[in-house]
């Protein structure tokens, strides 16, 4: 199994992101699949979930309104729209399935949003 983030970068307050999670050895489609974050000196949290197939989504209340998750199965991809960038949203953002109640984690990507 391995997943792998990119898109992270340096972006002022206001701006956006779009970050890419590609996933492999595992069957994507059967799967949802979550982005989380974890700030210096901060918890992992979680941010947004897709459910297998996309049809449902949801978001930490942080969140809610400038984020956006969707996923492309042709793909394995799984994205996270970032808008209206604030300097709280900075931290390592995660890839992350479960499966039988294990959970699988991406490297990270790094989102600094500072002006």
């Known amino acids: 199994v391995q997943l792998v983030e990119s898109g992270g970068g340096l972006v002022q307050p206001g701006g956006s992101l779009r970050l890419s999670c590609v996933a492999s050895?595992?069957?994507?489609?059967?799967?949802?699949m979550s982005w989380y974050r974890q700030a210096p000196g901060k918890k992992r949290e979680s941010v947004a979930r897709?459910?297998?197939?996309?049809?449902?989504?949801n978001y930490g209340c942080s969140v809610k309104g400038r984020f956006t998750i969707s996923s492309n199965n042709a793909k394995n991809t799984v994205y996270l729209q970032m808008n209206r960038l604030k300097p709280e949203d900075t931290a390592v953002y995660y890839c992350?399935?479960?499966?039988?109640?294990?959970?699988?984690w991406g490297q990270g990507t790094q989102v600094t949003v500072s002006s």
């Open positions: 897709i459910t297998r197939g996309g049809g449902s989504t």
């Open positions: 992350n399935y479960k499966r039988y109640g294990y959970d699988y």
């Open positions: 050895g595992f069957t994507f489609s059967s799967y949802a």
